[in-house]
């Protein structure tokens, strides 16, 4: 079963215009990641938050994390037509035992150019 | 070292057939993990591997399939009796104990079971 839900399940934006994707989730974490996914390809990892932190960045990347509301969010700025992608969280529970990430259903991002 | 290989890249099988797919870790990983996705929704872990030693699989695997690491190298993923249902994209994952939170993924088997 999935973890979470991501929301929304699908974005259109113009280029150059910002895209933000939610991501909640249902368990205690030790981090989360967000991945893209380009059609028929498999997944690239874009960026890990660990549980104590609040927000990281990475390039044109912005993730912020909310534990006691169990969700996080990825902000892209400045889009290209390139960022065209699904794009997913997954959650880290491996303090648990559990040794496999949780992913979310995804948000199927379309920058139009 | 290219990263992590999935061979096939494309199967057509008829409903009933066993099916074997390939995963090739990055050579230094220990860790592999085999997900299934369907069409629209994010990976479904199936199997954890440490090392040869098969250490968590979910309920989704059923007794069709069974999944191996025989010398902590590559992995096999087998399919027995293939169903409709089964058709996917399967993704194979691998990290290392001194980078555990550092997964790489391959570019997926897909399976179409008609």
């Known amino acids: 079963s999935q973890q979470g839900e991501e929301d929304p399940q699908a974005l259109s934006i113009q280029e150059g215009e910002n895209a933000t994707m939610n991501c909640s989730y249902k368990t205690s974490i030790n981090n989360l990641q967000w991945y893209r996914q380009n059609s028929g390809r498999g997944l690239v990892h874009l960026i890990l938050i660990r549980s104590n932190e609040r927000e990281k960045h990475s390039g044109r990347l912005r993730v912020t994390l909310d534990t006691s509301k169990k969700s996080s969010s990825l902000l892209i700025t400045a889009s290209r037509a390139a960022d065209t992608a699904s794009y997913f969280c997954?959650?880290?529970?491996?303090?648990?035992?559990?040794?496999?990430?949780?992913f979310g259903s995804g948000t199927r991002l379309q920058v139009q150019p | 070292d290219t990263g992590v290989s999935q061979d096939p890249r494309h199967k057509i099988t008829k409903r009933g057939q066993n099916v074997t797919f390939r995963c090739d870790p990055i050579?230094?990983?220990?860790?592999l993990y085999w997900y299934r996705q369907t069409l629209g929704q994010g990976p479904e872990f199936l199997t954890y591997?440490?090392?040869?030693?098969?250490?968590?699989k979910s309920r989704l695997l059923s007794d069709r399939f069974s999944a191996e690491r025989p010398k902590g190298s590559f992995s096999t993923l087998e399919i027995q009796r293939t169903e409709q249902g089964d058709s996917a994209m399967y993704l194979c994952?691998?990290?290392?104990?001194?980078?555990?939170?550092?997964?790489?993924f391959g570019s997926g088997t897909r399976l179409t079971v008609v």
């Open positions: 050579s230094e990983h220990n860790r």
């Open positions: 997954a959650t880290d529970a491996s303090d648990t035992g559990r040794r496999a990430l949780t």
């Open positions: 591997f440490q090392n040869e030693a098969q250490l968590e």
């Open positions: 994952a691998s990290s290392s104990d001194r980078t555990p939170y550092g997964y790489t």
